[in-house]
């Protein structure tokens, strides 16, 4: 049974850091790509940023480059979001991702709420 737990989610205020970590099991992380989407209350989902498990590439979305940062620990099957600067409008649900060409498994998602 394939699982992504998601943690670290909470309240910051503006200007704050957040670090979320997602760990995955039953699944083989080295054939796969994580990352993180968000959702924002009333809006879809988007991505925010994913890591191939074996090359390490990292990919972020445009508007996010420089705050967040995206690393992994392959002996914990365990992937970081570092987000820094925080701002109102990255509240959202934040989701893990473990993507392959066969499909896609997604966590429940943790709640990140920057007040101003």
């Known amino acids: 049974q394939v699982q992504l737990v998601e943690s670290g989610g909470g309240s910051v205020q503006a200007g704050g850091s957040l670090t979320l970590s997602c760990t995955a099991s039953g699944l083989t992380v080295s054939s796969y790509s994580l990352g993180w989407f968000r959702q924002a209350p009333g809006k879809g989902r988007e991505f925010v940023a994913s890591?191939?498990?074996?090359?390490?590439?990292?990919d972020y979305a445009d508007s996010l480059k420089g705050r967040f940062t995206i690393s992994k620990d392959n002996a914990k099957n365990t992937v970081y979001l570092q987000m820094n600067s925080l701002k109102p409008e990255d509240t959202a649900v934040y989701y893990c991702?473990?993507?392959?060409?066969?499909?896609?498994?997604w966590g429940q998602g943790t709640q990140v709420t920057v007040s101003s």
């Open positions: 991702v473990a993507r392959s060409g066969r499909g896609d498994y």
């Open positions: 890591i191939t498990w074996r090359g390490g590439n990292e």
